[in-house]
């Protein structure tokens, strides 16, 4: 009997130690399992992330003009960004409206065609005090690029970009992209009417300097306010 107890008293601690080992198998497989689920999702998220950058869709382009709320904000666009055009405007002045509609046309037409290797933001004076003062900015509106960081020019107002008075015209856009683009803050022209790059057979410059005319003048019966010097 008291053989049988010690047999029984074996038996119970071999299915113990059993039982222990097979836990121990299950958990290391639910180990390998959590594991080899997490590398399958993080490629399956990556290759996802790869196939959507590579994408430009009307939301991708709409974001291209983006508006900063800070001096924080400010300061962090012009300095991560590695060409970058930020314009300096008031909402209740129709001449910053007017510049407004340039700069957006020229940031979409980039995000669209130019890979996105510049990037287009606007800032209300009243919103970053600090930048502005830091800026010497005075006398809106203000358009200033920057390259790596570094100021590489700025535009006050229209000058330079307009001579007959008609700040709206399409010409004004075509002037402000050459104006950037001297200062090597883009690196492509892309709007269409360039004496250089006109022809006969060009149909859609026609309707593109409609769509411009049209933006701007809808922002212009918004505010007729011409006043530019805030300071």
Known sequence: MALDSG??????????????DADAILASLEVEDSGAYRARRLEELKNAAGASAGTT???????????????????AFTTEHERAVLHFFHPEFARCNTMDTHCEL???????YGNADVSFARVDVKN???VVEKLRVRVLPCVIGFV???VKGRVTGFEGLC????????????????????????????????E????????????????????????????????????
């Open 196 to 231: 250089d790059e006109r022809s006969d057979d060009n149909e859609e410059a026609p309707d593109h300097r409609k769509a411009v005319r049209g933006a701007i003048r809808s922002r212009n019966q918004k505010n007729e306010d011409d006043d530019d010097d805030w300071d």
């Open 128 to 130: 970053a005090p600090f």
């Open 7 to 20: 047999t029984g008293k074996e038996s119970g601690i071999n299915h113990d130690r059993e039982d222990e």
């Open 57 to 75: 869709t009307f939301a991708t382009v709409k974001k291209a003009y983006i508006t900063l709320s800070s001096d924080d904000e400010a300061l």
């Open 163 to 194: 001579w007959d008075g008609k700040e709206g015209s399409v010409d004004v856009t075509r002037a402000l992209e050459d104006v950037l683009l001297g200062w090597k803050v883009l690196t492509k022209r892309l709007l269409l009417g360039h």
């Open 106 to 112: 020229i940031a979409e037409k980039h995000a669209e």
């Open 148 to 150: 790596k960081g570094a």
